[in-house]
């Protein structure tokens, strides 16, 4: 099972999916975690030098690149279903739809993109107004720095949520209760796979 944690920078992405994950691990529940972009890798670096104005590329471009960095992780995540793991993953491939539809790019051609990738079963998106990120985060990539651009990522977010498998949790409130809520969901969504303490 992928569980994915969705959301606009410093929606507490970061905070929410390593809590779940070490709340796992604390179950004895297998569970592994990974975190989009992966700056460790050379698509990593790639998507970095863009972020900071290194490196220009075209829209179309970039949102390959993030697509690709996922793309070097596919054979573990694979290999983790397979061993039937539960894989916690900040920013996966609904971040590349949502950013990309938000910059003018076709949502069927992202998907398509994206649809390589084992899917996730749930997705966890943390709803807060574009204006708190500021708040949140004063230093930003000069994406992140744009709020008419993040108001049109939470427009794109609230629609990609309109799926069944999109869980919308109010990211405005404590740390405390936004994981106190994503425990009790993920526990019941757990209760339909076989995933049993070690």
């Known amino acids: 099972m ?15 999916s390593n809590l779940l994950y070490e709340s796992l691990l604390k179950k004895r529940i297998r569970c592994e975690y990974l975190s989009f972009p992966d700056y460790s ?4 670096q790639e998507i970095r030098a ?5 490196r220009e ?13 996922r793309y070097e992780h596919i054979e573990k ?13 900040n920013r ?17 051609w992202l998907t398509s993109l994206e649809s390589v990738m084992p899917q996730a079963d749930y997705v966890f998106l943390l709803k807060i107004n574009p204006e708190v990120t500021t708040a949140r985060k004063p230093k930003r990539d000069r ?10 990522v939470a427009d794109v977010y609230l629609t990609l949520a309109e799926s069944r498998n999109w869980i919308v ?9 936004v994981h106190a809520e994503i425990s009790k969901l993920s526990a019941a969504l757990m209760s339909e796979g076989p995933f049993e303490p070690d």
């Open 2 to 16: 992928i569980f994915s944690f969705e959301g606009l920078d410093a929606s507490g992405k970061n905070t929410q």
């Open 41 to 44: 890798t050379k698509i990593g």
């Open 50 to 54: 863009f972020l900071t104005g290194k």
């Open 57 to 69: 590329y075209g829209i179309e471009t970039r949102h390959v690149l993030y697509c690709a960095n």
């Open 77 to 89: 995540i694979k290999k983790w279903i397979t061993e039937q793991k539960v894989v916690i993953v």
């Open 92 to 108: 996966y491939c609904e971040s590349n739809i949502a950013y990309g539809a938000a910059s003018g790019l076709s949502i069927e």
């Open 143 to 152: 994406f992140e720095a744009n709020i008419e651009y993040l108001r049109r």
């Open 169 to 177: 949790i109010d990211g405005n409130r404590a740390v405390s209760d």
